[in-house]
């Protein structure tokens, strides 16, 4: 791995480029400045300074993986992001070069931004399984992840939520999630995927209706605890690509098997599965009341992964 002692590098960006040299995958470029953190024993860490994020941090990473690697890229613990607070940030101050802030600026220094730009070569493949990320009350989260792959190319792709600090009471309590997730193999766009919950907004056909039949009473607002109750986590995985055939068969195995019923009360877990770009891909999404309940359901259904990634280097993603 080559050195980056000196190298200048932009307040909250990163670089991760990996290759192969002879049968050995080694990182050739492993950079990060704060508040993004980078740890690569064998596998790659994403991480953050003061154990996460607060409002205006804004985390910027390129990852690049080179022909026939593959890159396991995970977090240590779950990406906390703590509630949106009035002042400038260290990594906001010098973001920009105006020395006054507009009205505008100051409304984005509020919110914690993360984005990652995705390149993964012929025959190569990235294997993306954090932690979820997990909201505090009044924070606000914008996440960007956009990946090109090679036609041979392929990805395993974990993006997941959580309603937040359940044992402080804090239950679907933050301003706003937003979380992107695009992916396009030689340049053609084959997935998009878009979560917003958003907590100033409400059911309003809901409200509408009920104005209509009686102008005099108005349901109240609808919060995201009250729609997304009784689940604690959400979940979305996208698998693409040769090196994940093996999973994706075992799911479809395991999916044909579900009834669907009429239940008097909720499920503790739901999840679907449904091809993406004529059977080439597929999304999974998952909800379960417990967070433990999700992540023990995804390290079962991905345990196919281990021949691919390593048993031991497969057994530090769901810890």
């Not at 990163?14 to 040299?21: E, V």
């Not at 009044?138 to 997941?160: E, K, M, N």
């Not at 109240?220 to 093996?246: E, F, I, N, V």
């Given at each position: ?155 395993v792709l974990l ?96 999916y044909s098997t ?62």
């Amino acid at each position: 791995m080559s050195s980056t002692t000196g190298e200048s590098i932009p307040v909250g960006t990163g670089h991760i480029t990996c290759d192969l040299h002879s049968s050995t995958v080694v990182f050739s470029k492993l950079s990060s400045s704060y508040p993004l953190k980078l740890l690569s024993p064998r596998v790659a860490y994403v991480m953050s300074y003061g154990g996460g994020l607060v409002g205006g941090d804004c985390m910027q990473l390129v990852v690049e993986v080179g022909k026939e690697c593959k890159l396991l890229l995970l977090s240590q613990g779950s990406t906390k992001v703590f509630k949106t607070r009035a002042g400038n940030r260290a990594s906001t101050r010098f973001r920009t070069s105006s020395s006054q802030p507009t009205p505008g600026s100051l409304s984005l220094q509020a919110v914690t931004t993360q984005s990652m730009e995705v390149t993964i070569g012929p025959d190569s493949a990235l294997f993306l399984l954090p932690d979820p990320v997990t909201c505090f009350r009044s924070a606000s989260y914008t996440q960007v992840q956009t990946f090109h792959l090679a036609g041979s190319a392929s990805i395993v792709l974990l993006d997941w939520v959580t309603s937040g600090r359940r044992s402080m009471d804090e239950d679907w309590d933050f301003l706003r999630y937003y979380s992107v997730n695009e992916v396009f193999v030689e340049g053609r766009r084959v997935a998009r995927d878009v979560l917003l919950l958003d907590n100033s907004s409400y059911d309003t056909q809901t409200a509408s209706e009920s104005c209509l039949s009686n102008p005099t009473t108005r349901s109240p607002p609808r919060t995201l605890k009250d729609r997304l109750a009784p689940y604690s986590c959400y979940a979305m995985l996208l698998l693409y690509g040769p090196q994940t055939h093996g999973v994706v068969t075992d799911l479809q195995a395991k999916y044909s098997t579900i009834s669907i019923f009429k239940r008097a009360t909720p499920e503790r877990f739901l999840w679907s599965l449904t091809p993406v770009d004529d059977g080439k891909g597929t999304v999974v999404r998952a909800a379960g009341v417990d967070t433990e309940d999700v992540k023990n359901w995804f390290k079962e259904v991905l345990r196919g992964l281990e021949a691919v990634v390593g048993i031991n280097e497969y057994r530090k993603a769901f810890l």
